[in-house]
């Protein structure tokens, strides 16, 4: 369908569209006033404007995400596909750790349908990747890091061994890596079977600090975030059951959400298993990829638990479930795009995938036609509520 077709179709579909337009039909039967139907209009353009607000600050995503890369777009070892993280550079196209066949791919912004991935990286085992703001691509192989060059494609080998101030001595690395990589450019990585997190200075590669962990508060970490608007704010999911917060350089780390919380506020129907999140920091909004009960949720992060004692039925309405999955493992991730479209790791039976589903787009069919030309529809779809403003114009002066 072509970008015309879709955005027909769109209009077409609106509801305000419909309704709005049989309402000015009448108005101009019973020939009431053009000022009336003008402020008639400008009731519209409210509702339109309420709407557009609630979308950027409330997200909502298509409920069946589209199967963006599978082992098809692969040469060779079609089976062996196992994506393990993403990660967006600055032009914004995907990179994928296929543990699988030890692979770092990258998916173009631009790709055409069926178009064959070209690895950028073999002989890879990697569980994390992370772009910074100069495009290094930071990943790990096995329990070492490294840093690759996407502009000039060179690559450095980081020296990762650690002083633990508790056993005080020199650790290395060890299986089960996870990095961040702020805006200075220091270095965050999670050491999930050593229980640690560990900070490397951007200035002194050498120089490092064990900044969670060190009094074995850690039970089993699986991800890491943190919160650059927030002074450094780090969010850590532990054990499967709980997300700690660890304020700037603070000693040990507060439960923000667990099994107790889930319960009671958005009927968890078994434990909590957070795999994958990040902050929304202008709207106080934390994201979860929650796979222990299969689905993607959003909680406000002034809703703590301090506050719950008195607010339990606001809890309900603002802890959200925003997609349920018919299934998934226990290793899946999840990334935003520059349009907030939501791309999952989806290591499903048979048939491991990543999946994109398209924020702000509810209706299943135009989200699909739309995927192929997701830039373009989007712009147009900028124009939607100015091309209704003529719409209603020239229904009100028909």
């Given at each position: 369908m072509s970008l015309f077709g879709l955005l027909t179709h769109q209009l077409s579909t609106t509801p305000d569209i419909q309704r709005y337009s049989k309402m000015l039909y009448c108005?101009?039967?019973?020939?009431?006033?053009?000022?009336?139907?003008?402020?008639?209009?400008?009731?519209?353009?409210?509702?339109?404007?309420?709407?557009?607000q609630s979308c950027e600050t409330s997200l909502t995503w298509s409920q069946n995400g589209i199967p963006i890369i599978t082992g098809d777009n692969l040469k060779a070892n079609k089976s062996s596909f196992r994506p393990a993280a993403l990660a967006f550079d600055s032009q914004w196209n995907l990179y994928i750790a296929d543990s699988?066949?030890?692979?770092?791919?990258?998916?173009?912004?631009?790709?055409?349908?069926?178009?064959?991935?070209?690895?950028?990286?073999?002989?890879?085992?990697?569980?994390?990747?992370?772009?910074?703001?100069?495009?290094?691509?930071?990943?790990?192989?096995?329990?070492?890091?490294?840093?690759?060059?996407?502009?000039?494609g060179n690559i450095r080998i980081l020296n990762t061994s650690y002083y633990d101030p508790r056993y005080r001595y020199y650790r290395k690395l060890?299986?089960?890596?996870?990095?961040?990589?702020?805006?200075n450019l220091t270095l965050y990585v999670l050491d999930s079977y050593g229980k640690r997190v560990i900070r490397f200075s951007s200035e002194n590669p050498n120089t490092s600090d064990?900044?969670?962990?060190r009094y074995d508060e850690l039970h089993s970490p699986t991800c890491i975030y943190v919160d650059e608007t927030d002074r450094n704010t780090m969010y850590i999911c532990?054990?499967?059951?709980?997300?700690?917060?660890y304020s700037y350089n603070a000693i040990n780390g507060s439960v923000t959400a667990d099994d107790e919380y889930l319960y009671e506020n958005i009927a968890s129907d078994d434990l909590l298993i957070p795999n994958s999140i990040q902050i929304d920091s202008v709207h106080q909004q934390m994201y979860?990829?929650?796979?222990?009960?299969?689905?993607?949720?959003?909680?406000?992060?002034?809703?703590?638990n301090n506050n719950n004692n008195n607010?339990?039925?606001?809890?309900?309405?603002?802890?959200?479930?925003l997609i349920n999955f018919l299934w998934m493992a226990v290793k899946e991730k999840f990334v935003f795009d520059k349009n907030k479209d939501l791309y999952v790791t989806y290591i499903s039976p048979g048939t491991p995938k990543v999946l994109k589903f398209m924020n702000c787009c509810n209706n299943e069919t135009f989200c699909r036609d739309?995927?192929?030309?997701?830039?373009?529809?989007?712009?147009l779809a900028k124009s939607i509520q100015f091309l209704q403003w003529l719409v209603f114009l020239l229904l009100a002066f028909y």
């Open positions: 108005t101009n039967m019973h020939q009431v006033s053009i000022i009336s139907r003008l402020i008639l209009l400008l009731l519209i353009s409210q509702t339109n404007s309420i709407q557009s699988g066949n030890k692979l770092i791919l990258m998916y173009p912004t631009n790709i055409t349908a069926n178009q064959t991935l070209i690895p950028i990286l073999s002989n890879v085992s990697s569980t994390s990747l992370f772009i910074d703001k100069n495009d290094n691509l930071y990943y790990n192989d096995e329990n070492t890091v490294k840093i690759f060059d996407l502009i000039n060890t299986n089960g890596i996870y990095l961040y990589v702020d805006k064990v900044i969670a962990g532990d054990s499967y059951t709980r997300i700690l917060k979860v990829l929650d796979t222990g009960n299969r689905r993607f949720t959003r909680r406000y992060l002034h809703n703590n607010n339990n039925s606001n809890n309900t309405n603002q802890d959200e479930i739309a995927h192929s030309n997701s830039d373009g529809i989007r712009k």
